[in-house]
């Protein structure tokens, strides 16, 4: 089974600041038949459902800001807020659907400073 | 714009059984696969299952094999997961979510329902 590890676990960054979480597969989850990263990212605020930010490591989901960046390949994985809002205050997993069972990182919480 | 409501949660004790239900609305139910994925508050999502756009490929997590199976009402629009064997360690809210690729490929979860609380407790 493939586990997916974050850090930080938790992460405060003053408004306008840049914010990076990071992600490590147990695995490589890039497809060599397709070259895809089968890597996704999802914004989580209390009392909502997982909310798509990324797929394909660096795809970003219609509608999402462009501050919101997804980078790596293979096994490490970089999702990077570039200018923090506080409207991103949030828990953020990562993902990967490569292979069954599906599995999703411990989470990071992202706080403002 | 796809709508997920999930139904059929509660409280059970342990061993006994409980179907929850997800109506699916908004798009093409027979050409996405479907996942379940639960979470107890506070804590991460767990994957659960997944079944494929047409209903003939199923996969769990260790954690439920065996116990729960997946299955699609194509008439009905309506997906399904059937627990058996309740641990109370299935206790947590389960979500119904659509998988972003159609007709089998690929893709992480793109939109998901609310939730139904399950509760396994004597």
């Known amino acids: 089974d493939i586990v997916m590890t974050q850090s930080p676990d938790s992460l405060a960054v003053s408004l306008g600041e840049r914010a990076t979480i990071n992600c490590k597969s147990s695995?490589?989850?890039?497809?060599?038949?397709?070259?895809?990263?089968?890597l996704a990212w999802y914004q989580q605020k209390p009392g909502e459902p997982p909310n798509l930010l990324i797929y394909?490591?660096?795809t970003r989901e219609s509608g999402v800001p462009d501050r919101f960046t997804g980078s790596g390949s293979g096994t490490d994985f970089t999702l990077t807020i570039s200018s923090l809002q506080a409207e991103d205050v949030a828990v953020y997993y990562c993902?990967?659907?490569?292979?069954?069972?599906?599995?999703f990182g411990q989470g990071t919480k992202l706080e403002l400073k | 714009q796809v709508q997920l409501v999930e139904s059929g949660g509660g409280v059970v004790q342990p061993g006994r059984s409980l179907r929850l239900s997800c109506e699916a609305s908004?798009?093409?139910?027979?050409?996405?696969?479907m996942h379940w994925v639960r979470q107890v508050p506070g804590k991460g999502p767990e994957w659960v299952a997944v079944?494929?756009?047409?209903?003939?490929?199923?996969y769990y997590s260790d954690s439920v094999k065996g116990r729960f199976t997946v299955s699609k009402d194509f008439a009905k629009n309506m997906l399904y997961l059937e627990m058996n064997s309740l641990r109370p360690e299935d206790t947590a809210v389960y979500h119904c979510?659509?998988?972003?690729?159609?007709?089998?490929?690929?893709?992480?979860?793109?939109?998901w329902g609310q939730g139904t609380s399950v509760t396994v407790s004597s």
């Open positions: 979510a659509k998988v972003q690729g159609a007709v089998g490929a690929p893709g992480p979860a793109d939109y």
């Open positions: 908004g798009f093409t139910f027979s050409r996405y696969g």
């Open positions: 079944i494929s756009h047409h209903g003939r490929d199923k």
């Open positions: 695995q490589n989850i890039l497809y060599s038949s397709d070259n895809k990263n089968y």
């Open positions: 394909w490591a660096s």
């Open positions: 993902h990967q659907y490569y292979s069954s069972p599906y599995s």
